[in-house]
């Protein structure tokens, strides 16, 4: 019988290490005896401090002082003398402070989820109420993003190695034991499942675990390829909708706690182009906010063609921040997301905190030369002038949306080229984009299957006129944009160029140390366009690290009461 379903442990597993070294650590700390705590702890079995506080008899807060009384009163009869300042709190204290996710076994498990496997934590665990419990409430939160299911044994009355847990796993996960392989570091608890038929690995070192787990499941886990990062789905995540003015709303959705992020896309895409950043920028302390831009999917696509001027979408999305009760966010956007976010910066700077772009970058109107003629001048952007004429570009793309989007939208690699490469000279001339191309091309490795059908159905919804309306503005943004010719961008910055985009190429961004004094800047050589699709690893890792390098958040100035 096939394998199908994964079970792991938390602590010694999915974390580490777990308690017991700890427990040991601070029994050296006070200079007790070895596993003085553990004869207190598990002192009467099945009504042991311990035993109660897995089963949610009794809270965290309670197991401290009914251990703290039994190692007093153990100490008093073994001549044995405590600190003064002992507290058991403290080993699970220095867990929290020093154990850390083992992150090589949280990719497994993501790989394994992607192989169609369910992913399961089956933890002995606590009802957290003591003062460290944004911890534990931390942990848990980034742990149900990842898996399928937690069953913590505190919710069941049921610990390991009561059989009772197992059966309920198997239950929930709608499996046969011989379908289910559980991974844990205390022999103990995996004998009952073996008697039931399920295979059991005992967790030691990573490697290992990981070569057993690959044998079992069949899924290949050791690759030198990066895993793809865990992403969300549209129908198990947070939407909202807020309305602008009469008229106008905008949809987005939202994950995580902390600053807020917001990252805005660009074209043809939806709030979705950002799935594999969204869980791992929650996951890194983050209130991740992606908009579905105007003119696309859920968010109102209003006919007329000023609607989508720089100007009028930059003071959008301050009403958009202003009605979310949001003073000041960082900015990440792609594509026309990227014009955005440097515009906002320039216009808005109060509302950024900081500002990133992907792809596209940022140079200051030039008064010199007329904006139309200047773009006539690079046959890269003659699929913008094929753009202007209203319903022309709307017909072609609109035809077949699903034609449309597995044609636009491809990696570099060479696997997922078609017979030949997207160009965007002499669009106007061969009468459309997607003059040439298979009436059926196969589905792009970066978008298919449910993520390309949610698409088609947003694109379905709300038609090609409002996102191609963003390149039918190019007069009034750059009038808009001359008004801030000579203004700088001063709050930190960060540019990420990607070596194979054909239309924004990295050479484009020359020189805008100029304009942005704290610009940084990172590069993804192989990498085209999608650049949070196509390299999305990469580009979290380049995220998350400037995220956490920026200047704290200033506290919020009080100025009122009321």
Not at 44 to 59: C, E, L, V
Not at 181 to 202: C, F, Q, S, V
Not at 209 to 218: A, F, I, T
Request: charged share 25%; hydrophobic share 40%.
């Amino acid at each position: 019988m096939a394998r199908r379903a994964v079970l792991f442990d938390l602590g010694g597993v999915l974390f580490g290490p777990g308690l017991q070294h700890f427990l040991g650590s601070y029994e050296r700390d006070c200079a007790l005896p070895r596993n003085f705590l553990r004869k207190v702890m598990f002192a009467g079995d099945s009504d042991s401090p311990y035993a109660k506080m897995m089963r949610g008899q009794i809270t965290l807060s309670q197991f401290f002082l009914e251990t703290e009384e039994g190692c007093r009163q153990h100490a008093s009869s073994s001549a044995i003398a405590l600190p003064p300042t002992f507290s058991v709190a403290r080993a699970f204290e220095e867990m929290a402070a020093e154990g850390t996710v083992n992150a090589p076994l949280l990719r497994a498990a993501r790989v394994l989820r992607r192989n169609g496997f369910k992913t399961c934590v089956l933890t002995n665990n606590w009802v957290d109420d003591s003062a460290g419990r944004l911890f534990t409430a931390t942990l848990m939160n980034l742990l149900r993003r990842h898996f399928d299911l937690v069953i913590e044994s505190c919710r069941l009355g049921a610990q390991k190695p009561d059989p009772e847990i197992y059966t309920y796993a198997l239950d929930a996960l709608r499996a046969k034991p011989q379908e289910v392989i559980l991974l844990d570091d205390i022999e103990e608890n995996l004998k009952p499942a073996r008697e039931m038929g399920m295979a059991t690995i005992l967790v030691g070192d990573t490697e290992t675990v990981l070569k057993e787990l690959e044998e079992l499941s069949g899924v290949q886990l050791l690759t030198q390829e990066e895993p793809l990062p865990t992403a969300c789905d549209p129908s198990n995540v947070t939407h909202g909708y807020v309305p602008i003015r009469p008229g106008v709303k905008l949809h987005f959705v939202e994950m995580g706690h902390g600053p807020v992020v917001c990252l805005c896309h660009g074209f043809p895409e939806s709030w979705l182009s950002w799935r594999y950043q969204i869980p791992a920028l929650a996951d890194a302390g983050f209130r991740v906010i992606a908009l579905e831009m105007k003119g696309y999917g859920e968010s109102t696509a209003p006919p007329d063609i000023k609607e989508y001027s720089q100007e009028q979408i930059c003071k959008d999305l301050a009403v958009f921040l202003d009605k979310l009760g949001i003073p000041q966010t960082v900015l990440v956007g792609h594509d026309w997301g990227g014009a955005v976010v440097w515009n906002m910066a320039l216009f808005y700077p109060e509302r950024v905190r900081a500002v990133a772009s992907l792809n596209t970058p940022y140079r200051p109107a030039d008064p010199a030369v007329d904006i139309v003629e200047k773009m006539k001048t690079y046959p890269t952007f003659d699929y913008q002038f094929y753009f202007q004429e209203p319903g022309v570009a709307e017909a072609e793309l609109e035809k077949d949306i699903g034609r449309t989007l597995k044609v636009l939208i491809r990696s570099t690699c060479q696997e997922d080229r078609l017979p030949f490469a997207l160009n965007f000279h002499g669009v106007q001339e061969r009468g459309g984009l997607l003059v040439g191309f298979p009436e059926n091309p196969p589905a792009s490795q970066i978008l298919h299957g449910p993520e390309l059908q949610y698409y088609i159905q947003r694109f379905e919804k709300s038609g090609f006129s409002g996102p191609l309306n963003w390149y039918r503005n190019m007069r009034p943004n750059w009038h808009w944009a001359l008004s801030a010719k000579d203004r700088k961008i001063t709050m930190p910055a960060l540019m990420v160029t990607a070596g194979k985009d054909v239309v924004l190429h990295p050479s484009m961004s020359r020189g805008m140390e100029e304009w942005i004094p704290q610009l940084r800047r990172e590069h993804i050589e192989e990498c085209g366009h999608w650049t949070q699709m196509e390299r999305p690893a990469a580009l979290n890792r380049i995220l998350v690290e400037w995220l956490e390098g920026l200047p704290p958040d200033t506290p919020l100035p009080k100025i009122s009461r009321l």
